[in-house]
C-alpha cells in the first residue's frame, strides 16, 4: 500500500460516489403491514427497502413461489426410484439364490413367479411415468 505525501489514512470503507442519504418514513396499520410483508416475502428480495424502491420507481419485482406440494411430489418420487433400485438389486440377487440352491424344475416355478411379480412392477412404473407426465403438463410451469 503506499500513502500520498501530505494525506492521513483515516481507514473504513471507500465512499460511494452517489450514496443514499434522502430517507422518508412511513406508517402502516397491522392489516396493511401484514399485507406488505406478504408481497416482500412473495418477492423474494431481503431488504424491504429495495422492495419499495423497486414498486416506487416501477422496477422489475420478481415473485418466487415455492409450491410446497410440488416439492413433496418430486421428493416422493425420488425415494420412488430408489425403491426401484433397491429392488432391481433384490431381483438379482434373489435369481442367483433361486439358481443355486434349487433344482431346475422348482428353480423354474419359482422363476416363473418373479416374472409375474416383475411385470406387475414394470405396470405400476408406467403409471407412476404417466401420473408424472400429467402432471408436469398440468401444474408445472415452463
Given at each position: 500500500m503506499t500513502i500520498k505525501k501530505g494525506i492521513?489514512?483515516?481507514g473504513g470503507r471507500k465512499l460511494k460516489p452517489d450514496p443514499c442519504k434522502h430517507r422518508y418514513a412511513i406508517s402502516l396499520?397491522?392489516?396493511d403491514n401484514a399485507w406488505f410483508l406478504s408481497l416482500v416475502e412473495a418477492s423474494g428480495m431481503e431488504v424491504k427497502a429495495h422492495f419499495i424502491t423497486a414498486c416506487i420507481f416501477e422496477k422489475p419485482v420478481k415473485v418466487v413461489k415455492i409450491d410446497k406440494g410440488t416439492m413433496d411430489f418430486y421428493m416422493r418420487l425420488t425415494n420412488f426410484y430408489g425403491q426401484f433400485r433397491a429392488i432391481g438389486v433384490n431381483y438379482?440377487?434373489?435369481t442367483k439364490a433361486i439358481k443355486n440352491n434349487f433344482s431346475e424344475k422348482k428353480a423354474l416355478a419359482f422363476?416363473?413367479?418373479l416374472e409375474k411379480a416383475t411385470l406387475e412392477l414394470v405396470a405400476i412404473n408406467k403409471q407412476v411415468m404417466?401420473?408424472?407426465r400429467e402432471f408436469e403438463e398440468?401444474?408445472?410451469q415452463k
Open positions: 492521513k489514512h483515516k396499520n397491522d392489516k438379482n440377487q434373489v422363476l416363473s413367479q404417466d401420473l408424472t398440468k401444474w408445472l
